[in-house]
């Protein structure tokens, strides 16, 4: 026994001297890449024995990811280290999905939402057959399927031990807490001025769009813990630490549509607290889509005589939102929106394919909708909506799925609550749920969800909602068993 551990150890000896040796030789020819190995082998047997930790590791890592693409690095729009961790556990749990049974509780797979989501994911594998560019959307395709597998399935088996949600959604908030941090800090070299807040926040966050979309989408899970029944006086404290960074930050962000996005969630918040029955609240939304297509040539006279633009005084910022004749950043909106709709009119039912729009949309930009910063490839960002985004490159049904997904999120969030006794999990589904409204509102006018930083909460915070709705039927039994146990 001696003599076979000793052999080992020789031979871990020999090989650590091998790689130094091989390693130095590559880098004095500037080949750095074999420096990975060790995390590579580390993160393998990472998979193999601590995936829970694994997954809390990707929560905290995502928020300080770094997508190579921004780097200009080779053209590899892969953000370091969150997604080759997902890619890899995208692997095993298909492997392990082929060879056992139970891997994801069959409640979940037979929930309305997670059958949504499957339809998405094998009707966007349909669109890549008639696809103006199968490479590129069989590449969009497989990302969607890693944040996916991860994000929902995996981390509903993750959601099993109660601790663990508070953990995950704290490990991303962590990070997050991080890269607002040194936003603040680079800011402040320019005054906190507007111009900078687009570009303060790189190379952890492309634009200022999509950092405000995510600090708006941990806000009211930050208020929620405030008043967590099971949180000490030190973590409500630390709660309100965080809530004031982030807010901060929000503020400083200059992110108009997630301003508006948490306005939109206190409406819902008042809606769930209030419980307004889900058929007045179609009516409403039915009524007001009726008065906008009605009096639609008075809304747009009224939208064209405001001209206060973007800048550094937030109550103009504010106003501008409604711009739509002098607004740089909203006229491109309205351009890449009748680009996508323009898409959608040559190819109605499938598409241009999943992920293409960048690449496609350049010839349908009418020379009236052209601004000052129009491009021809989709610098700032794509279609500009998480629902003409899927109509352009997946037809009506893509669009459909979209919208879908979010109703049957929203029916079931709001049924769920009304029926849940008062405690942890009911506030944690109210958080969750106005977490999500914030991306469903943002998504009108920005489209995130081809990225870690959005899909990582997203799908979380979906299949919490799933979870808490299977542990709260709707018979007035209660399983003995939670799948989420109160905070």
């Known amino acids: 026994m001696l003599t076979r ?38 993160l393998g047997w990472a998979m193999l024995t601590s995936v829970d930790k694994l997954l809390l590791a990707v929560a905290f890592f995502t928020p300080l990811s770094i997508n190579l693409e921004e780097l200009d690095i080779g053209g590899i729009g892969i953000s370091l280290p969150t997604e080759p961790i997902m890619v890899g556990l995208t692997v095993l749990f298909l492997f392990k999905l082929g060879m056992e049974r139970g891997v994801v509780d069959i409640r979940v797979w037979r929930h309305p939402i997670t059958l949504v989501i499957l339809a998405q994911l094998a009707w966007m594998l349909l669109c890549i057959i008639p696809s103006s560019m199968p490479f590129v959307s069989t590449k969009y395709m497989l990302a969607r399927l890693w944040f996916v597998v991860t994000m929902y399935f995996m981390v509903s088996r993750l959601f099993e031990e109660p601790r663990n949600v508070h953990r995950f959604l704290w490990s991303y908030i962590a990070g997050l ?44 899970f930050c208020i929620g813990a405030l008043t967590f029944p099971t949180y000490t006086p030190g973590e409500r404290s630390a709660a309100l ?23 939109g969630a206190f409406g819902l918040f008042l809606v769930m607290r209030l419980r307004v029955p889900t058929w007045v609240l179609a009516a409403l939304l039915v009524t007001a889509g009726v008065v906008y ?130 405690g942890g999990d009911r506030r944690l589904v109210m958080t969750t749920t106005l977490g999500l409204v914030t991306y ?10 081809d990225l870690d930083k959005a899909s990582v909460p997203f799908w979380a915070f979906t299949v919490l909602i799933v979870l808490m709705d299977i542990r709260y039927p709707r018979t007035i039994e209660r399983t003995k068993d939670p799948v989420v146990s109160p905070a």
């Open 5 to 42: 551990l000793k052999d080992h150890r020789w031979l871990a000896l020999a090989l650590s001297v091998a790689f130094v040796v091989v390693n130095m030789a590559l880098m004095a020819k500037r080949i750095y890449w074999l420096n990975l190995l060790p995390v590579a082998l580390i």
């Open 293 to 422: 297509v009605v009096e639609q040539e008075q809304i747009t006279i009224a939208l064209e005589r405001n001209r206060d633009e973007s800048s550094d005084d937030l109550g103009k910022h504010v106003s501008s939102i409604s711009n739509i004749s002098s607004d740089a950043s909203n006229l491109e909106r309205i351009n890449r929106w009748n680009s996508a709709l323009r898409m959608w009119e040559e190819r109605p039912v499938f598409g241009w394919g999943p992920g293409t729009y960048m690449f496609q949309y350049a010839p349908f930009q009418a020379s009236e909708d052209r601004t000052i910063i129009s491009t021809n490839f989709a610098a700032g960002g794509n279609a500009h909506s998480e629902y003409l985004g899927p109509l352009s490159e997946q037809g009506v049904p893509g669009m459909l799925l979209m919208v879908l997904l979010v109703g049957v999120t929203l029916y079931h969030a709001i049924k769920l609550y009304a029926r849940m006794p008062a």
């Open 177 to 220: 807490s991080i890269v607002v941090l040194y936003t603040l800090i680079h800011h402040s070299l320019f005054g906190f001025e507007h111009e900078p807040a687009h570009w303060v926040m790189t190379p952890f966050f492309k634009d200022h769009t999509s950092y405000g979309a995510i600090l708006a989408f941990f806000l009211p």
């Open 241 to 263: 630490l965080v809530f004031i960074l982030l807010a901060v930050g929000l503020i400083f962000s200059y992110t108009r549509a997630a301003w508006l996005s948490l306005v």
């Open 440 to 449: 469903y509102l943002h998504g009108v006018l920005n489209n995130f969800l």
